[in-house]
């Protein structure tokens, strides 16, 4: 398979993975979260992990094609070594592609805490031996815990339209 036919399957793989990880995170930031808040807690929860696992797998498959897509074109296209150069970021080119992978890193740093850290905290079941005191502190756990990962959800929104403003103005 020649390079040019390389490059438009790696396009067309890394624009499908930008639709996807990018309308999960604002399908998650825009229609689910404010959603959630007009149903009660108790519903709200089991809505939350059942949805919530689809969208995680959604995010981790785009943010993972994103990356190998990405990087591969970079190698094909001969700018993965420049791009470890100062000189890179003297171009508006280098400096979009910048931002691209800056937003991805981040975005990768915000969905791993999401993931390891916050859910498992979630979704942990209290023991029977559990009382008022440990129920009233793992309320108050869980409140703080959902508040930090709405903010996370509308970071990621907001790297999500950066990374895209990134690939629609990188040769403008
Ligand atoms: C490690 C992460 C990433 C790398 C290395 C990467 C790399 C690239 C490269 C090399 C291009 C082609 C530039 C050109 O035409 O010369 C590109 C384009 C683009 N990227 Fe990324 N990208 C990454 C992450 C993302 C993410 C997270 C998104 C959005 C969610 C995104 C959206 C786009 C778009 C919309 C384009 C322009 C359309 C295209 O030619 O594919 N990229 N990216």
Not at 85 to 107: I, K, N, P, S
Not at 123 to 132: I, K, Q
């Amino acid at each position: 398979m020649g390079l040019e036919d390389q490059l438009r399957i790696l396009r067309l793989f890394h624009i499908l993975g930008a639709v996807t990880v990018a309308g999960a995170v604002m399908f998650n930031g825009l229609v689910i979260l404010p959603a959630l808040r007009r149903i009660p807690p108790a519903q709200a929860t089991v809505v939350a992990q059942r949805v919530g696992t689809g969208l995680m797998y959604l995010g981790w498959a785009g943010l993972i094609v994103q990356g190998i897509t990405g990087i591969a074109r970079m190698e094909r296209m001969g700018i993965l070594r420049p791009f470890f150069t100062f000189e890179m970021f003297d171009t508006a080119y280098g400096r979009w592609l910048g931002l691209m992978v800056l937003a991805w890193l981040l975005w990768l740093v915000a969905a791993a805490i999401q993931t390891f850290w916050f859910r498992p905290l979630l979704l942990r079941r209290m023991p029977y031996t559990t009382t008022l005191r440990d129920l009233e502190r793992r309320r108050a756990t869980l409140e703080r815990i959902s508040t930090w990962q709405e903010r996370l959800s509308y970071a990621t929104i907001v790297l999500a339209l950066l990374a895209l403003l990134a690939g629609g103005l990188i040769h403008a």
